[in-house]
């Protein structure tokens, strides 16, 4: 419990990574405050994105470190970094350089979900 | 590939659900913006979540369902639900009652990562 409590209330890193080594990160837009993408880290993720400001996760599928956009160019910049309160999530308050989704959308949050179907909202 | 696209384009709700029968979700508050917290649904927290526009979860560490508030009274009023691209993500745009994190904080997010340390902001 007291491990706990540090976690919580300490200055201290002291990420919980699930069985599979990742934590979960949210990136919204600096500007609009939309929330862009959900994707994962690994703690050489987590790191590369602290040291370089620009977001890198852990492709689940692909199985590898991924630099968020760096084929499409798109990359995220990180104007800041949140912990939450157990350390198993990341918040980044993101520039980004272009769109965010795959589908060339700003945001993969692209529909709405209103008496059982999704509406486009991009 | 066409059930991709399909689940990607479509107007059809097909949330991927992980080996626990989870999706994440993420909640951020309708005024300000802020991401408030991340947690997880399973179908039917999905379901309550939509037909009473209060946020429920599913609780890992319970292995629960949980209607995020129910006792502290501190529920989270859903405006809008938003699901992203490969449907495995649920943003939940809401109207909080009150503090969000059980730690009286408005947001879990009360901690800047910088410079190697956590630095509270709230």
Known sequence: MQDDREREEGAELALKFNADGLVTA???????????????????????????QIAHFWSRSRRALWKKGETSGNVLRV??????CDQDAVWLI???AGPACHTGRSSCFYRRYDKGRLEHVE
Do not use: K, Q, S, Y
């Open 94 to 96: 993101v520039d980004p």
């Open 26 to 52: 949210v990136a919204t837009h600096a500007g609009t405050g939309d929330v862009l993408m959900l994707a994962h880290m690994d703690a050489e993720a987590f790191r590369l994105t602290a040291t370089t």
């Open 79 to 84: 104007r800041d970094m949140r912990i939450d």
